[in-house]
Structure formats: structure tokens, C-alpha cells
């Protein structure tokens, strides 16, 4: 059976039986009709996915993998902040009068800086790094710009990764391929909504990364501050974590395809992805 189930059900069963309640608290999210969104939490949730033995889509319900891709590639391919850049309508709450989020995500992506090599965006440099310098510990990106925080209409969730390569060797001494690895830090994750999407769209990155980078894809470690559970969705994540588990579908990507800029949703292979029911009208807190 899957291992992204595996570790999506551990987490709400920690949440659902050990966590604390925000109820009463002076909460910023609300919902539609103004009610103040509480949650059910945990503070430091952590799991790992191994890519090299399978993809960590959970098959309680169906992650919409193409749409993940798409807007892993609005953010650090296109690095735009533009919501008509994006397929999906996941942002349409928090769309500015210019049709922006504003200073998030792909716009600090986007921001070049100065190097000894050069002058890179955080994008080219990783791949730039990569090519060059594989196993140096300073090879990371982040959207969490303190002086741009308010002239973002959100705050970065997913926030931070790191980028770690290792080399494994054989049984016989001999080195193995260079294995690329992934850190993923966040902030706070609506666990119902967004915890398999965000680890499906890293994943994915890593995966795209990797293959321009001529390395395999290895471990991501998905490193979450809050992990909640908002009120209106407790009963819906029992039922969720309740229900059958299939093996995890076989994901991969068109191996033709060597520049991180060319990967379009073209590029991602899905086969062999059996899940439950998908879960309709879910609210969402803003």
C-alpha cells in the first residue's frame, strides 16, 4: 500500500488525538460567512519520502498530480505571480486588483542577486550550483522575504527548501550515481487541503531538478511547523483516513526532456493511480 497514506493517516491520527485546539483564540483565518476558522494542531511534523521506491501520492482520494506540477512550474519555472499564469483557480481568493498575489512565490524566485560567479535568480542558482558545485551545503531557495511580507496578499506556506546531494556506493566499493535530495520547510499546513498536494509538488520538483541536474532523485523530507486541522473538516478527515489504501501509482517523467526550462505538464507520466472517491466542496479558510 501507499506510504504517502501511511504517513498522511499517521499525521491526522497525531493531530485528531494528541493536538491542541486554537477555539477561543484570536485567529486571522475566517471562513465565507465570517466565522473564525479554528483548528485542531500539532507543532513539528516531519516525514520522509524516498522517491527511489515510489511516488508519495496518496491514494485515499486523488491528488490532481498535472495541476501540482502546473503550479510548482508557475513558481520556480515561469517564477510568475501572475494568477492568469496558472491553469488552476487555487489562488483566485487572494488575487490582487492587478491579478497578482503580489511579492509571493514566483516573484521572489524570480529576484537575482549577486554572486562571485555571477548574477543569478534563486532558480539558476540551484542549477547553476548543481552543475557546478554538487555537494555544497549552501544550496537553497527561499519565498520568506521579510521586508516583501506586506505586499503579499498570503504569506509563503511552503517557504523553504534545501537541496543535498549524496552518493551512495556499492556493495563492491564503487560509487553510485549522484542522488539528489530535497528538504522542504513550512511553515503551516492545512492538512486536509494541502499536505499531499505540497509533498506531490516537491516531489515532482525534485523529480524535474534531478533529471536536468543528470542525478536521481532520492529523499524528501517535508519538515512542517503547524500542522492543523480546521474545525469543518474533522469529520471529513475521519472518514478520509478510514477508507481503503491502494498501492501508490507509478510517476515518472519524460526522460527526452534534460533543461529544467523546457518541462511542460506534457512531461509528467501517470499510470496505475487507483484511489478513492474524490472529496467534494471541501470549505477553505482565508
Not at 548574477?119 to 540551484?126: E, G, L, P, S, T
Not at 539528489?180 to 509538488?201: E, F, G, I, K, P
Not at 543528470?214 to 478520509?240: C, F, K, N, Q, T
Request: hydrophobic residues 40%.
Amino acid at each position: 500500500m501507499s506510504k504517502a497514506d501511511d504517513a498522511f493517516v499517521a499525521l491526522c491520527t497525531r493531530i485528531l488525538e494528541h493536538g491542541t485546539t486554537t477555539e477561543g483564540e484570536l485567529v486571522r483565518p475566517h471562513w465565507a460567512d465570517g466565522t473564525p476558522a479554528y483548528t485542531i494542531k500539532v507543532f513539528g511534523a516531519t516525514a520522509r519520502y524516498d522517491l527511489r521506491e515510489e511516488f508519495p501520492a496518496i491514494t485515499l482520494r486523488r491528488t490532481a498530480l498535472k495541476s501540482a506540477m502546473d503550479e510548482i512550474l508557475w513558481i520556480y519555472q515561469k517564477k510568475s505571480n501572475r494568477v492568469a499564469d496558472l491553469s488552476s483557480h487555487i489562488w483566485d481568493e487572494w488575487t490582487d486588483e492587478a491579478g497578482t498575489i503580489g511579492k509571493a512565490y514566483g516573484y521572489q524566485i524570480g529576484q537575482v542577486a549577486h554572486y562571485p560567479e555571477g548574477d543569478f535568480d534563486q532558480m539558476d542558482k540551484v542549477l547553476y550550483d548543481l552543475a557546478h558545485t554538487p555537494f555544497s551545503r549552501r544550496i537553497m531557495t527561499s519565498t520568506y522575504t521579510f521586508v516583501d511580507l506586506s505586499e503579499m496578499e498570503l504569506y509563503p506556506c511552503a517557504y523553504g527548501v534545501t537541496y543535498n546531494v549524496t552518493q551512495p556506493r556499492g556493495e563492491d566499493g564503487a560509487p553510485g550515481p549522484l542522488t539528489l535530495n530535497m528538504v522542504l520547510n513550512q511553515r503551516s499546513n492545512d492538512v486536509l487541503t494541502a499536505n499531499n498536494w505540497n509533498v506531490a509538488q516537491y516531489a515532482l520538483l525534485l523529480m524535474m531538478v534531478a533529471q536536468a541536474s543528470g542525478m536521481v532523485p532520492g529523499v524528501l523530507l517535508h519538515v512542517i511547523a503547524d500542522a492543523h486541522i480546521y474545525d469543518r473538516h474533522v469529520e471529513i478527515v475521519r472518514e478520509l483516513i478510514n477508507r481503503p489504501r491502494y498501492p501508490a501509482p507509478k510517476v515518472r517523467l519524460n526522460p527526452e526532456v534534460t533543461n529544467f526550462y523546457d518541462f511542460t505538464t506534457d512531461d509528467l507520466i501517470v499510470e496505475d493511480y487507483q484511489t478513492g472517491p474524490q472529496v467534494r466542496n471541501i470549505p477553505v479558510a482565508i
